[in-house]
């Protein structure tokens, strides 16, 4: 059984989750095919930016948003006083855990545009169809199978964030501990390893999860593609 503070835990960590993989999949989606078919002038400082999170430890990110959106800082101040600072909030940790889930979420898409044939564009811009035409009728579709796996993926990392969301939203009982940061109080505190255990599973349930469907939509991807699984 679990007790109150962890089914809080749980049901925050579900809210920011959905929160920030739903927030940040048009943006997601955006880049990566504007990465995948364009090239253009800054095009490499855009993808550094883009991937910057994988490459750096997650408490970097957050010690970057929290120097730039805390209520000291300018910006800080002026979202202060219209009501929009996310700092110390689960908003915070929502916003926390995108950032580090959009390099994820943006190479699965970009890996499905990249792959599809450029030829079928070609045939349609023949046939009178316009760019955003063509991008909903035909780069969109076939590249359900990569979106797909990148909200997924997006989802179980946004759900696992620890480092970014314990410096920018903190760990507030109530209010910003999602389960990775209710694991870490438990684990802290003395007589706590049953509860740790318990809330341990329950962030390598959606992990699994996860991994076996991205892993799934991309043998059907590539079995549809007729190439080897």
Known sequence: MLSQSEIEALLLSLKVATSATLLLFPIALALAFLLARYNFRGKMLLEIMVYFPLVVPPVVIGY?????????????????TIGLNPSFSWQAAALASGIMAMPLMVR???QSFETQAIIFNEVAATLGAGPFRQFLTISLPLALPGIATAIVLGFARSIGEFGATITFAANIPGLTQTLPLALYTEAQTPGGETAALRLAILCL?????????????????????????
């Open 205 to 229: 349930i959606p992990a699994v999860l996860s991994l076996f469907i991205s892993e799934t939509l991309s043998r059907r991807a590539r079995a549809k593609a007729g190439l080897r699984p």
């Open 64 to 80: 970057l948003l929290l120097v730039f959106l805390s209520p000291a800082s300018a910006f800080g101040a002026w979202l202060e």
């Open 108 to 110: 699965a898409i970009r």
